[in-house]
């Protein structure tokens, strides 16, 4: 599978995907996403985002009386597109979060954003 990180400028497309579609529609020409290969994995990734991670399942886990299904998979490859990213002084990737500008779902049509991201030094 692959697990794309959408931003807040793509909240109206994102909502669009959950268009109830007749069966054999599709939700990407439905909302005119696009493909692209995703180089060192076998499935393509969306042109759209600039995030995306090329993962394979690694377990299932059923919880709760009225089962929820809690999906856990392995990281196997990392798309980032050079808007969002650079390297640091120690040649460390260094992902902007005020270019991504990652959008969260809340819940049913509610989302949020990060409107003002900070950095705090780590100790030593």
């Keep these: 599978m692959v697990i794309h990180i959408a931003s807040a400028e793509q909240a109206e497309l994102v909502t669009k995907t959950a268009a109830t579609l007749a069966h054999g529609e599709s939700e990407l ?32 886990k059923e919880l709760g009386d009225v ?11 990392l798309y980032l597109s050079d808007t969002v990213v650079s390297q640091d002084a120690k040649d460390r990737l ?24 900070f950095s705090l030094k780590r100790p030593d």
């Excluded at 089962?67 to 490859?77: A, D, G, N, S």
């Design 67 to 77: 089962p929820q299904t809690l999906i856990f998979v392995e990281v196997k490859q």
């Design 94 to 117: 260094s992902i902007a979060a005020d270019k991504v500008k990652p959008l969260a779902r809340l819940g049913g049509g509610e989302y949020a954003s990060i409107t003002a991201p």
């Design 29 to 60: 020409v439905d909302s005119g996403l696009t493909t692209t290969a995703f180089n060192g994995f076998s499935l393509p990734r969306l042109a759209q985002c600039d995030i995306a991670y090329g993962c394979e399942l690694y377990e299932i």
